[in-house]
Structures are given as C-alpha cells and as structure tokens.
C-alpha cells in the first residue's frame, strides 16, 4: 500500500512567496496531521484534521499559514507571505483514527531564503 | 507543553541495552514512541494506552505509569539499526489525538 504522498519533497523560494504544500493520507484514514520540525523548536504539531475537520490549529504560528483539506485524500498547508524563519521540514501524518498510530511522509523540506 | 527526555543522547556497542525516559507534567491518556533516523521520517514503534494496553513493535518494549506521568522504551540487545532519534509523543487526557513530541533522544549504537 503507498504511504503518505508529500510534494514537493524539496521546495526553495524567496522571502515573500507563497508556497504550497501537499499531501495525500493513506486511504482510509480518517485523520490528518500537519507537523514542523526545526533543530530549534523539534517537532511541533502545526493543525489536525479529523474527517476532513480542522479540530486544533492552535499550533499555527501566525496568520501567515492556512491548512485546507477539501476531500478525504488531499490536504494543503499554504505560508502567505514566506518568511526566512519557516524554514523548516514540514511532515504530514495521517492515522485510522484521531489517537491511532500516525504514519509519516518523506517530508518537505522548505528554505526560504 | 512540550514532555521531557532524558537522556538528551546514548552511545552503545551492540548488544548493550538502553533506556530511553519521557515525562509530562500533564495527566497522560497515552504516549508514542518514534524513531527517526537521519534525514527520514519519523517511524512509529509503540503505543502505550492508559489501563495498560500496548501496541506496537516486538523487539522494543516500554512501560507507562499513569500515576507518575512518565513512560519508558526499552532497548534490549542493541542492534546497528536501532540508531537514530527517539521521540516519545505524549496525549493528554484533555486533548484527544493531539500529540506532543519531546525534543528527542539520540541513540548511537556501535559495533
């Protein structure tokens, strides 16, 4: 079975863009995690999804991100305007149920220069 | 607020063991433990449910006392693959399927 789809798996871009993660959960899961992970700050969880609901955002760091998930098998995690600090590796995760076992994508890794 | 690991780091040769700790200052329903290895995903290992239940890996144990809000993963008879990061990922009772990370453990093991 394919595991969690994250693209782009790399992504460079200026101070000021906008930029636009992707990811696909496993079939079948209800829940759907967004995580940021710095040498600073470790691993933080940025938003959840359950059944397509935001249900905590309270890790968002400003209003600069926003997360979408408008079907079952697609979520977006947007930063509008970028800023040098959100580099990061930004991981989604999804699980059968909310407090179920969270399987990890590869990740992307975002500079922002 | 974020649970506390300890140690920070561990070195072994192979076929030593280790225990890996995490402890919360909040009422735990469960923790989690992952393995990441550089440059990876994180890796699920474990689940330790509040009432007892585990989950998880057969080679890795681990233990959860609710009453002291700490868990434990033990690492028998090491392996040169068991080397990486170890998170554990506590639930608070308060706070159903959100998960809180340690800032990790790093276990190096060497032949």
């Known amino acids: 079975d394919a595991g969690v789809i994250q693209s782009p798996r790399h992504e460079v871009t200026e101070m000021g863009q906008e930029v636009t993660l992707r990811c696909k959960p496993i079939?079948?899961?209800?829940?759907l995690f967004w995580y940021r992970q710095t040498m600073m700050r470790g691993l933080e969880l940025l938003i959840y999804?359950?059944?397509?609901?935001?249900?905590?955002d309270s890790g968002m760091p400003e209003d600069r991100f926003s997360a979408k998930m408008p079907n079952a098998s697609f979520s977006t995690l947007k930063i509008q305007p970028s800023e040098p600090r959100d580099s990061a590796v930004y991981f989604c995760?999804?699980?059968?149920?909310?407090?179920?076992?969270?399987?990890f994508g590869p990740g992307t890794r975002l500079t922002v220069l | 607020q974020q649970p506390v690991q300890s140690p920070q780091a561990v070195i072994l040769r192979e076929g030593e063991d280790a225990v890996i700790n995490c402890s919360s200052s909040?009422?735990?329903?469960?923790v989690h433990w992952y393995r990441q290895k550089h440059g990876e995903a994180p890796v699920f290992l474990m689940i330790?449910?509040?009432?007892?239940e585990q989950k998880g890996h057969d080679k890795i144990s681990a233990s959860f006392n609710e009453k002291k809000q700490q868990s434990s993963l033990y690492l028998t008879a090491s392996q040169l693959s068991y080397s990486g990061t170890y998170f554990c990922?506590?639930?608070?009772?308060?706070?159903?399927?959100?998960?809180?990370f340690g800032q990790g453990t790093i276990l190096t093991v060497h032949p």
């Open positions: 995760a999804s699980s059968l149920l909310a407090a179920d076992t969270q399987y």
């Open positions: 079939s079948g899961h209800n829940s």
């Open positions: 999804f359950n059944n397509n609901v935001p249900i905590d």
């Open positions: 909040k009422a735990l329903y469960s």
């Open positions: 330790l449910l509040k009432g007892g």
């Open positions: 990922g506590t639930e608070a009772g308060t706070s159903y399927g959100k998960l809180t």
